[in-house]
């Protein structure tokens, strides 16, 4: 079995930071990405980052550029999603998920075969 475990969130004040992480376990696999998708309420799941690990190429939404870092801790097994200055409209629960194909893009759900249970980010006014 895999798993994706995120971590790291909670309640912020705009203009503030968070830190996610997506720790793995279980069955080791070969992934091609790992990305960072948020869904808030009445919405569909929205893409926010991602990281191909071939050339340590990086994606980002265009409402997160800048602001928003996604790295990756090897030794850990663990991604990381560095949230600086965030808004209001960031509120959302933030799911990490791993790709284990070649894509043409890793911005979109339905190409990553492995979901963690989410981590809610509340960020107030």
């Known amino acids: 079995q895999v798993q994706l475990v995120e971590s790291g969130g909670g309640l912020v004040q705009a203009g503030g930071s968070l830190r996610l992480s997506c720790a793995a376990s279980g069955h080791t696999f070969t992934s091609t990405a790992m990305g960072w998708f948020r869904q808030a309420p009445g919405k569909e799941r929205e893409f926010v980052a991602a990281l191909r690990w071939s050339g340590s190429i990086t994606y980002y939404a265009d409402s997160v550029k800048g602001r928003f870092t996604i790295s990756r801790d090897n030794a850990k097994n663990t991604v990381y999603l560095q949230m600086n200055s965030l808004k209001p409209e960031d509120t959302a629960v933030y799911y990490c998920?791993?790709?284990?194909?070649?894509?043409?893009?890793?911005?979109?759900?339905?190409?990553?075969?492995?979901w963690g249970q989410g981590t809610q980010v509340t960020v107030s006014s």
């Open positions: 998920a791993a790709s284990t194909g070649y894509r043409s893009s890793y911005r979109y759900s339905n190409v990553y075969e492995y």
